[in-house]
């Protein structure tokens, strides 16, 4: 990899043909998000794929039994003493500073993403671990991927943004009933649900997932980006605002070396060789 490639210290990564590949690696904890550098790992890992040329796609996936499981519950139990330095302890205000410069990265830096996100559910998705994998852009996930937006049984809210991703994803009746009754989503329900695309099993989930990531890894890069920041844009803009952006960049797009090498391609009938510019 580049240069300038991150240093981990809870996950792996990986680049192989335009496509990233950041495995969370701290299944003694499920991969949770608080009590790890997880965070850290995951808000570089996109700040990187956002600057480097070399990156079409990034996969997000779990390492042993768990995709994620959101907040190391057992750090909430002790708030006192030395433990009011640790990520649940502290007065209301430092608390709502610690959501701030802690979890809430995440969605942050996922929301100013520039390249297509998959997210490769291995197993349990809980919590904050539920909401990381809706603010990707595409799920897929074996038999193993359970979802839950379980905040409410530990008499809390979804502090890392939960509550707008998910409503986005499977409409307000749908996360409203996930979310006040805190239950769990096995894998076929949230096939239907919407939460996840599709369900494969579980030794195929990662070839699933590579492959339909190598078919956008294989488009022009600059297309494939301003394709994912305008469906991004679409959501918050009106109508004629979001047309004028549409002119604007397509007219950038049209004056590619990689648009004339992929009309050229299609007429000749051939795959293209896309440099990016």
């Excluded at 240069?3 to 809870?10: A, E, V």
């Amino acid at each position: 990899m580049a240069d300038n490639t991150p240093s981990l210290q809870d996950a792996r990564l990986t680049l192989e043909d335009r496509v990233a590949t950041l495995t969370l690696d701290r299944d003694d904890l499920r991969n949770a998000l608080t009590g790890t550098a997880l965070i850290d790992d995951i808000v570089d890992t996109i700040q990187w794929a956002n600057q480097s040329a070399n990156v079409s796609v990034l996969i997000i996936t779990g390492s042993g039994r768990a995709f994620c499981a959101g907040g190391n519950i057992k750090e909430m139990q002790y708030r006192e003493g030395d433990h009011r330095n640790g990520p649940f302890g502290g007065s209301a205000l430092e608390l709502e500073r610690k959501y701030r410069e802690g979890i809430q990265r995440i969605p942050i830096a996922i929301h100013k993403a520039e390249v297509p996100i998959i997210a490769a559910v291995n197993g349990p998705a809980i919590g904050a671990g539920c909401d990381l994998a809706c603010m990707c852009d595409i799920r897929i996930g074996s038999e193993k991927a359970t979802f839950g937006e379980t905040f409410v049984n530990l008499g809390i809210i979804p502090g890392d943004g939960g509550a707008w991703f998910l409503q986005r994803l499977i409409g307000y009746q749908r996360a409203a009933e996930m979310t006040l009754t805190g239950r769990l989503v096995h894998a076929e329900e949230a096939v239907q649900l919407g939460l996840m695309m599709e369900q494969v099993p579980a030794e195929q989930l990662m070839s699933r997932v590579m492959t339909l990531a190598q078919q956008m890894a294989a488009k022009p890069p600059h297309a494939l980006r301003m394709s994912k920041r305008l469906m991004k844009q679409a959501q918050r803009h009106e109508l004629p605002d979001f047309l004028e952006l549409c002119a604007a960049w397509q007219g950038m797009l049209h004056n590619t070396d990689d648009h004339v090498e992929a009309v050229n391609a299609f007429v000749e009938k051939r795959e293209g060789v896309y440099r990016g510019k």
